[in-house]
C-alpha cells in the first residue's frame, strides 16, 4: 500500500517587509521593495520578530529562523541585530547562500569589526568571482584605505528633526523642501499600518541664513501632497516645474503585478499662478515594478531616477532617460556597471559640476547605505570612478540623499545614524574644522507612549556593550524619565527601551560621536494584532506547514520547530484557540487516509498540551484527501513534492 513521504523542508525566504515611504531608510534599503505576503499586512514587524527570538529561547533555533531574524533586521537597518542573527546562522555546516556572507560582512562593518568584514567579504568574493561586489573588493583589498576622510567638513544636526523620519532635501526658491512623515496638524493624519506613523509629505523650512533654517516648517503644499506619501522631490531651476515620489495606493495591498504590493512612481507638476497644478504621472512608470527618487541635469535635458525595472542590475539601479524639447520622454537607460551594482543604488543627485552623488551598499563602504560620487564622461555621458565620500559623510550605519548649496561648502544629507531624534534624520555638512571628541557623557531620555506622548513609568532601559553584555539597567520614573553616565571605556553602546505592552526599541550609540549631555528619548508603541476568526493562525506568520514521515504520525524535529513557533504565539494570545486540521495525499485509501490524518491532528494538538497550552483552547480534525492543494486525486500520477503539498496541517482560529 503506497502511504505518503516526506522531503526536507525548505523554509522560503520572505523577509516579512512591505513597501514602504514614510521611511527614507524603508525605501532605500531594501532597494525601494520591502515585500511580505497579505497575511502580515496588520501585523507589527517588531511582534514577528518577538515570536522567533522567543522560539529560539526555547530552545528550537534553526538556520532558516536565524536567517529570517537576520534578514528581518538587516533590511530594517538594524545592524547589530542582524550581526547576532546571521552570525548563528554561519555557524552551521550546512550549505548557506552567499549572499549572507556579503549581508554579514555589512553588518560587521556596522560594528566595528572591519578586518572580519573583509574576511567573510573574501568568502563572498572566491564563490561569486563575477560579481561586481566581489569584483570591487578584490580591486581594494582593503576598504579603509580606499576610503577618503573629509576632516575639513563638520556634520550637525540640521534643526528640522524630530521623533519621525526626515530625510531628502532640495533647495527652492530660498527654501529647503525635504520630506517627513511627522504628524500634520492641519490635514486628518493618516498612519502607516506597519511602522505605525504618519504618511509622509514634502515640507518647507526657510533658509534664514547658510547656517541656519527658519523654525516655522509649513505643508509645502496641499495639492502636491495627498492621501498617499510623497517624498523626494526636485525642481527645474526656474522653479515652475516639480518632480516628486508618489505611491501608487493607500495603505493596502492590491493584486494584479509581480509585487503583490504598493509601488512607487515618479510624478511631475507645473506652477501656474501660485498654484501646482496638472499633477501626472511620468510615462514611463509601470504597475510591474518602481521608480523614484528624481534628480535632474544641469541642463534639464536628463532626469536621473532609480528602479527595479526590467534591466536592472541589482536590487535596485540607478537610470537615465532624455527630457526631449517637447517635454516627452525617451527611453530609460540604466547607468551601466561603473556605478550600478548586484547590491542597491539609489538617491541620486546631481551637482553643480556635473557629479553625480548616490547612495550605494555594493560599493566598499563603511557600513549600511554609503554616500559615493562619481565623475562623468564628456564623451558619452556616462559616470566612472566612483569614490566613497568617507567620514563624516558616511557611518556604520545608512547614509544617503547628499544635496549640496551652490559652491558646495554646505549642503545636507540623510542619516539613521546613531544620536539622532527619529528614524532617519537630516543633517546638515560645512566646510569647516571639526574638532569635538568627547567620551564622558550624562545620558539622558523619556520614554514615552508613541500615540499620546505620555511618559511610561517603570519602563526599562538596558544598555548593552559593544560585545553585546549589558552593564546597566535603569527602570524609568513616574514621567518616564531616565539618566545614566556613560565613562570613557564605552565606546559603543546599545541602548533598548522597553515596557509590557508596547514593542521593544533599541539604538547603537557611538559616545565618541555624542556630546557631553545626551539625550536619547524613546517613544514606544503598543503592540497591536489584527488575527480574524476563521484564518490560518501558521499562513498569519508565514509558518511553513509541518509535515511527517512516512506513514507516521510522530511530531519530528523539523515540525518541533516550527509548532514552536505556534506555542510562542498561543502564549502572546491567551485568547486565541485554534481547530488544528490535518490533511493526507490521496495515495491510499479514503478510509485510511482520514485515520491517519486524524492521529496527525491529534499528535500536533497534544504536543502543544504537552508544552503548557490549555487543552480547553484546542481541538481536531481529520480531513484525509479531501482538500488538496493541487490536482494530485486519486488516478492523477504526480510526482513526491506534488504529493506532499497535500500532506499539511492548518490552525484554523475559532476566537480571539
Known sequence: MPHDSSNPLHMKKNYLFILLLTSAVAISQQ??????????????????????????????????????????????????????????????????????????????????E?????EYLSKFSEIKNNDSRAIRFREQASTDASVKNHNEYVMTDAGINTEYSEYGTTFFNGELIFTSSRKNQNQTTQIHQWTKQPFSDLYSATMVSENQLGENIRNFDALINSKHNESTAVFTKDGTTIYF???????????????????????????????????????????????????????????YFVSDRPGTLGQSDIFMVAIKEDGSYGTPVNLGKSVNTEGRESFPYITQKGQLFFASDGHPGIGGLDLFKATQNSLDGFFANVENLGTPFNSNDDDFAYTEAPGGNYGFISSNRPGGKGHDDIYKFTKKDNSTNDTLVQLSGQITDRETGVGISQAIVSVFNDEYI???????????????????????????????????????????????????????TKQQHSIKTGKDLAKAFEIEDIHFDLDKWEITRKAEEKLALLFVILQEFPSLSLEIRSHTDSRASKNYNLTLSEKRAKATMEWLINKGIPEKRLRYKGLGETQPLNQCKDGTVCSEEEHRVNRRSEFIILSN
Not at 114 to 118: D, F, P, R, S
Request: glycine fraction near 4%.
Open 31 to 112: 532597494t525601494l521593495l520591502k515585500k511580505t505576503d497579505g497575511a502580515f499586512e496588520n501585523l507589527a514587524y517588531m511582534d514577528v520578530v518577538k515570536i522567533y527570538e522567543k522560539a529560539v529561547l526555547k530552545g528550537y533555533g534553526s538556520n532558516e529562523i536565524y536567517q529570517k531574524l537576520g534578514d528581518a533586521y538587516y533590511f530594517n537597518a538594524v545592524y547589530p541585530m542582524a550581526n547576532k542573527w546571521y552570525a548563528k546562522a554561519l555557524e552551521a555546516t550546512t550549505p548557506i547562500d552567499p549572499e549572507y556572507y556579503f549581508r554579514y560582512a555589512q553588518s560587521l562593518k556596522s560594528v566595528g
Open 245 to 303: 515620489t508618489r505611491n501608487n495606493s493607500d495603505d493596502k495591498r492590491k493584486g494584479g503585478n509581480k509585487t503583490n504590493g504598493i509601488l512607487l512612481k515618479i510624478y511631475k507638476a507645473t506652477l501656474n499662478k501660485g498654484r501646482w497644478d496638472n499633477i501626472t504621472e511620468l510615462p514611463f512608470n509601470s504597475s510591474e515594478f518602481n521608480c523614484a527618487h528624481p534628480a535632474l541635469s544641469n541642463d534639464e535635458k536628463t532626469l
Open 114 to 118: 572591519q578586518q572580519k568584514a573583509n
Open 470 to 524: 549589558k552593564i546597566k539597567s535603569i527602570i524609568t520614573d513616574t514621567l518616564g524619565n531616565y539618566k545614566w553616565q556613560a565613562t570613557s571605556q564605552h565606546k559603543d553602546i546599545f541602548i533598548r527601551a522597553e515596557a509590557q505592552k508596547y514593542q521593544t526599541q533599541e539604538q547603537h550609540i557611538n559616545i565618541d560621536k555624542v556630546s557631553a549631555s545626551f539625550v536619547h528619548n524613546s517613544s514606544l
